[in-house]
Protein backbone atom coordinates (compact mmCIF):
# COMPACT_ATOMS: atom_id res chain seq x y z
CA UNK A 1 0.00 0.00 0.00
CA UNK A 2 1.29 3.66 -1.06
CA UNK A 3 -0.26 6.46 0.73
CA UNK A 4 -0.25 10.02 -0.97
CA UNK A 5 -0.36 13.44 0.33
CA UNK A 6 -0.92 16.08 -2.25
CA UNK A 7 -0.07 20.13 -0.84
CA UNK A 8 0.57 23.58 -2.49
CA UNK A 9 -2.86 24.04 -3.92
CA UNK A 10 -4.52 27.22 -3.81
CA UNK A 11 -6.10 30.46 -5.29
CA UNK A 12 -3.96 32.56 -7.77
CA UNK A 13 -5.03 34.76 -10.65
CA UNK A 14 -4.45 34.18 -14.28
CA UNK A 15 -1.25 34.12 -14.98
CA UNK A 16 0.63 32.97 -11.84
CA UNK A 17 2.25 29.97 -10.72
CA UNK A 18 1.93 27.57 -7.99
CA UNK A 19 4.02 24.48 -7.03
CA UNK A 20 2.41 21.40 -6.22
CA UNK A 21 3.78 18.47 -4.11
CA UNK A 22 3.00 15.13 -3.76
CA UNK A 23 4.57 13.26 -0.19
CA UNK A 24 4.69 9.32 -1.10
CA UNK A 25 4.75 6.94 2.36
CA UNK A 26 6.90 3.62 1.07
CA UNK A 27 10.12 3.49 0.43
CA UNK A 28 9.09 1.66 -2.68
CA UNK A 29 8.54 5.24 -3.85
CA UNK A 30 11.38 4.94 -7.31
CA UNK A 31 9.82 1.66 -8.12
CA UNK A 32 6.21 3.45 -9.76
CA UNK A 33 5.63 5.89 -12.36
CA UNK A 34 4.29 9.41 -10.92
CA UNK A 35 1.48 11.16 -12.05
CA UNK A 36 -0.99 14.39 -12.01
CA UNK A 37 -4.43 14.20 -12.92
CA UNK A 38 -6.90 16.56 -12.33
CA UNK A 39 -10.53 16.63 -12.41
CA UNK A 40 -13.12 20.29 -12.89
CA UNK A 41 -16.19 20.16 -11.88
CA UNK A 42 -18.57 18.09 -14.10
CA UNK A 43 -15.79 16.34 -15.82
CA UNK A 44 -14.53 13.56 -15.93
CA UNK A 45 -10.58 13.26 -14.18
CA UNK A 46 -8.03 13.92 -16.92
CA UNK A 47 -3.94 13.21 -17.62
CA UNK A 48 -1.94 16.06 -16.85
CA UNK A 49 1.63 14.96 -16.32
CA UNK A 50 3.45 11.98 -15.35
CA UNK A 51 7.17 11.14 -14.90
CA UNK A 52 9.11 8.02 -14.81
CA UNK A 53 10.87 5.63 -12.05
CA UNK A 54 14.64 7.28 -12.55
CA UNK A 55 13.12 10.73 -13.67
CA UNK A 56 14.41 10.83 -16.79
CA UNK A 57 11.15 10.32 -19.14
CA UNK A 58 8.04 12.76 -19.02
CA UNK A 59 4.99 13.67 -20.46
CA UNK A 60 2.47 15.69 -20.96
CA UNK A 61 -0.93 16.69 -21.91
CA UNK A 62 -0.96 19.40 -24.98
CA UNK A 63 -2.89 21.92 -22.47
CA UNK A 64 -0.17 21.85 -20.03
CA UNK A 65 3.09 21.64 -22.61
CA UNK A 66 5.02 24.63 -21.98
CA UNK A 67 3.88 25.94 -19.04
CA UNK A 68 3.73 22.91 -16.52
CA UNK A 69 7.05 20.57 -15.57
CA UNK A 70 6.93 17.58 -13.41
CA UNK A 71 9.59 16.43 -11.34
CA UNK A 72 10.36 13.68 -8.38
CA UNK A 73 12.84 13.15 -5.81
CA UNK A 74 13.62 9.40 -5.11
CA UNK A 75 15.67 9.98 -1.69
CA UNK A 76 12.91 12.17 -0.40
CA UNK A 77 9.75 10.00 -1.60
CA UNK A 78 7.97 12.98 -3.29
CA UNK A 79 6.87 14.24 -6.79
CA UNK A 80 6.42 17.83 -7.76
CA UNK A 81 4.02 19.78 -10.19
CA UNK A 82 5.39 22.93 -11.06
CA UNK A 83 2.49 25.02 -12.76
CA UNK A 84 3.32 28.75 -14.33
CA UNK A 85 1.14 30.70 -16.99
CA UNK A 86 -1.79 29.54 -15.03
CA UNK A 87 -5.43 29.67 -16.77
CA UNK A 88 -8.50 29.72 -15.56
CA UNK A 89 -9.08 26.71 -17.34
CA UNK A 90 -6.66 25.11 -14.63
CA UNK A 91 -8.86 24.96 -11.97
CA UNK A 92 -9.78 21.94 -11.02
CA UNK A 93 -8.83 19.21 -8.31
CA UNK A 94 -5.23 18.13 -9.03
CA UNK A 95 -4.83 14.57 -7.86
CA UNK A 96 -1.37 12.40 -7.25
CA UNK A 97 -1.32 9.26 -8.38
CA UNK A 98 1.30 6.13 -8.17
CA UNK A 99 1.48 3.19 -10.75
CA UNK A 100 3.03 0.32 -12.77
CA UNK A 101 0.95 0.20 -16.00
CA UNK A 102 2.78 0.79 -19.10
CA UNK A 103 -0.06 3.67 -20.17
CA UNK A 104 0.75 6.79 -18.97
CA UNK A 105 -2.10 8.72 -19.83
CA UNK A 106 -4.64 6.51 -18.48
CA UNK A 107 -6.15 5.95 -14.82
CA UNK A 108 -6.14 2.42 -14.52
CA UNK A 109 -1.85 2.39 -15.05
CA UNK A 110 -2.31 4.08 -11.63
CA UNK A 111 -3.07 1.68 -8.53
CA UNK A 112 -2.71 4.22 -5.72
CA UNK A 113 -4.18 7.90 -5.70
CA UNK A 114 -3.99 10.91 -3.27
CA UNK A 115 -6.95 12.88 -1.76
CA UNK A 116 -6.60 16.01 -3.80
CA UNK A 117 -5.33 19.45 -3.88
CA UNK A 118 -7.76 22.04 -4.98
CA UNK A 119 -6.61 25.43 -7.30
CA UNK A 120 -8.44 27.72 -8.58
CA UNK A 121 -7.52 30.03 -10.97
CA UNK A 122 -9.24 33.62 -11.09
CA UNK A 123 -9.38 35.91 -14.17
Known amino acids: QVQLVESGGGLVQAGGSLRLSCAAS????????MGWFRQAPGKEREFVAA????????RYADSVKGRFTISRDNANNSVYLQMNSLKPEDTAVYYC????????????????WGQGTQVTVSS
Open 97 to 112: AAGTGSNWYARLSYQY
Open 26 to 33: RRTFSTYT
Open 51 to 58: IARGGTIT
